[in-house]
């Protein structure tokens, strides 16, 4: 899967799946299905492959979006960028998520030197730029929880 793939399938999104849509309601079938279903057939995966690819291409494209070009650049891989996603999920407040992001861009390519190995324990050890990342917001983060 490769950054273009995914910012394709970010704009077939931004067109298909329009939030404002007032029939919405009376839909048998959404405009995220949609396209999921749009993605799986052009693409020839799963459904849930499918879906899985447009999580991904809305994170990049609707709330990381400095994350994205550094991926389309090629300066860090779909592993890293796929962290990335899954651990800014939770994140409300969109001021911090626009922080978390230039952040982000700005270290995620240092953090490609990392093997596989000593990179897949980041969450865990507390050893990498990340870890410190998610601490020093820690106190943002907790407001937006509660």
Excluded at 7 to 28: F, H, K, S
Aim: proline share 3%; glycine share 4%.
């Amino acid at each position: 899967m490769c950054a273009r793939e995914l910012a394709a399938i970010g704009e077939l999104y931004a067109r298909r799946a329009p939030e404002d849509d007032v029939d919405r309601l009376n839909w048998a079938i959404d405009g995220h299905e949609n396209v999921v279903a749009e993605v799986a057939a052009a693409l020839g995966v799963s459904r849930g492959r499918a879906r899985a690819r447009l999580r991904y291409a809305i994170a990049l494209r609707e709330r990381l979006p400095r994350v994205a070009e550094v991926f389309m650049r090629g300066l860090i891989d779909f592993r890293l960028m796929a962290a990335v996603v899954s651990r800014t999920d939770l994140v409300e407040d969109p001021a911090l998520i626009a922080k978390l992001d230039a952040v982000v861009a700005r270290h995620a390519p240092n953090w490609m030197r990392l093997s596989s190995r000593s990179s897949s324990s980041v969450s865990t050890c507390g050893s990498c730029g990340s870890i410190r990342l998610a601490s020093e917001y820690r106190a943002s983060a907790q407001r937006i929880v509660m």
